[in-house]
């Protein structure tokens, strides 16, 4: 079972990467997946949700209008759209789901806690 963030790089401010999550060993259309990220010296925090019984999407107050999370089950891959990046956007970009949960939860998605599978990271700088 493996989650697999990519897409990151160097970007200048206004500008968009597209980040993907890539699932192997397990259907991925089958659970929420959760988009998170770690600036150095902060927490991690959450960014974005999808569930996947209804495709409802949560997003923090931070990146609402912004990013977008969208989900290719064809592919067992869920996509993380970020448009007009800002530099405080910058750091490490984490996927994860929570086993046997199909949905994000509502009230606390953006916890890392509830998260117990996690993908390796994929570093997203925004330059001023």
């Known amino acids: 079972v493996q989650l697999q963030a990519s897409g990151g790089g160097l970007v200048q401010s206004g500008g968009s990467l597209r980040l993907s999550c890539a699932a192997s060993g397990f259907p991925l259309d089958y659970y929420a997946i959760g988009w998170f990220r770690q600036a150095p010296g902060k927490e991690r925090e959450g960014v974005s949700c999808i569930s996947s019984s209804d495709g409802r999407t949560f997003y923090v107050d931070s990146v609402k209008g912004r990013f977008t999370v969208t989900r290719d089950n064809a592919k067992n891959t869920v996509y993380l759209q970020m448009n007009s990046l800002r530099p405080e956007d910058t750091a490490v970009y984490y996927c994860?789901?929570?086993?046997?949960?199909?949905?994000?939860?509502?009230?606390?998605?953006?916890?890392?806690?509830?998260?117990?599978?996690w993908g390796q990271g994929t570093q997203v700088t925004v330059s001023s």
């Open positions: 994860a789901t929570e086993r046997g949960v199909p949905d994000c939860r509502s009230g606390t998605y953006y916890r890392p806690i509830h998260y117990d599978w």
